[in-house]
Each structure stands twice: as C-alpha cells, then as structure tokens.
C-alpha cells in the first residue's frame, strides 16, 4: 500500500485517512473544501477531533454552543494563525461555512474527559526552526502543552528551495524520554498551486524506503521511519501534521548519519 493519499481535485472531501484505511490505530484525518452555506458534520463516538479552520470562515455548533466567525484567513500561507475548535468524543459538531473555506479534521482515540474548547489564534505559539535554506515556521495548533487526550496538531510553512522535518527524524519506539511511538500525517499544500515536493519515508534497515512526490491537497502517511520534506525552488510549501501514539508525547530520534547538520549549525 503506498503512503501517498491523493487528493480528490473535485467535490467536498478532499482527502481522508482513517485508522482502517492506514492500517494503523491511532490517527484520523480529512480535509474538506467548503463554499458559502455548506455543511461538514463532526461526529465521533470514541475518539476526540480537532477541527482547523485553515482558510475562509465558519460557524460551528456544538455541545449546545456556537462559535461565530471562525478563522480570518484567505490563504494557509499566509504569515498568521489558525483558528482551531476541540471536540471530545460523542459530541456532534456542525461546520457551516459563511464564505469559501477550508477545514481539517483531526481525530485520535479518547475517552471523553475534556470539554468543547476554542483554540483561538493568539493561544497558539509561533517559532522559526532551522537554518538558511533549512528555516521553516511553525505554529503549533495543539500541542503536548496543552489539553486533549491524544491528538497532537501543528502546521508548518516552508519557503521555497528549502528543506523540512529536517535533518530526518523519526518517532516510531516507545522509549521515552529519548523518542516516544507516533503515527502522523502529512497534509501538503503548494503554492502556487501547480507545485510539488517530495517526501522519502524511510527506516534504518530500508525495509520502508519509500520516496513520495506530493501535490497540492495531498496526504502522506507516515506509519514509522524518518520523513524528511524537500522543496523545489519558485514554490512554497505548507503542511498540517496530526500525531497520536500510545502516550500524548512528542520525542523523536535523529538519522544518526544527518546529526553532523544540527552541529555544524550549533556553532
């Protein structure tokens, strides 16, 4: 099975992964292109989602309250925040959009001990990672700092001709403190939108080796192994990860063959 999801070009879902479709257990996602008026219905028995406003502008009903004008942007690679809406299991959620929007939807297993939550755009942390052609910016939706039972959310914007999730990491053994065990995906957007990168999945013992080259809406899954994300010069690329393991810890391991790039770059 390749870890590559194409995006459907026409029509509302654009792409979607389940536990089922990915063969693994833990993370859930699907990315949505709304106009004005149209519905998205949010609703999981057993597991928590995550609903990311990553364009446009919605109105979301849920748990008996309603949440008015969500998100402000017209672009994911514009230089601003997201807007992000949390819903604990067995909770139904109604996304209409008041203009062209839009959405994605994160899920992982949870057995519902935390309210509906805002996660408005100033709660979320912003910080540049890397050096030269390997900067990126971060903004971290949902991280391991705040609460949610096992979804982890961060979207990533990398300038054109750069490198990304790089040096290669990996976070697929349960030996915390030194790496925790994550399932994750990869939701790519290009800009323009006629753009690709590539994104090579790949383990030590090369028995998951696989190079991938994305488009925009595409998914990549990554079940284990290093991930790095490279991108061609004249575009842009954004990504929104979701994360769930075993345990609600983001620990990861470097390619001990890349680890001379963090060092060079400390000095």
Known sequence: MSLLVKAAREGQTIARVTPASAGWRYVGFAAYRLGKDELVYVHEVDRESCIVVLSGAVDIEADGQRYS?????????????????????????????????EVGVASAPAKGTLPVRLIESAQMKRSTRGKSANTRYVCDIL????????????????????????????????????????????????????????????????????TLAVED???????????????????????????AGPRR?????????????IERDAK
């Open 143 to 210: 991280p391991q700092t705040e609460p949610a039972e096992s979804l982890l959310v961060v979207e990533v914007r990398t300038p054109s001709g750069h490198s990304s999730s790089y040096p290669p990491h990996k976070h697929d053994a349960d030996r915390l403190p030194q790496e925790s065990a994550l399932e994750e995906t990869y939701y790519h957007r290009l800009n323009p939108p006629q753009g690709f990168a590539f994104q090579r999945v790949y383990t030590d013992a090369r028995d998951l080796d696989e």
């Open 69 to 101: 004008s969500l998100g402000s942007r017209d672009s994911v690679f514009e230089d601003a925040a997201p807007v992000a809406l949390y819903v604990p299991p067995g909770v139904k959620a109604v996304v209409r959009a008041t203009r062209d929007a």
């Open 249 to 261: 810890e983001w620990h990861f391991h470097n390619d001990p063959a890349h680890e001379w790039i």
């Open 217 to 243: 809406h595409d998914v990549v899954m990554v079940p284990r192994g290093y991930h790095p994300v490279v991108v061609p010069y004249g575009y842009d690329s954004y990504y929104l990860n979701v994360m």
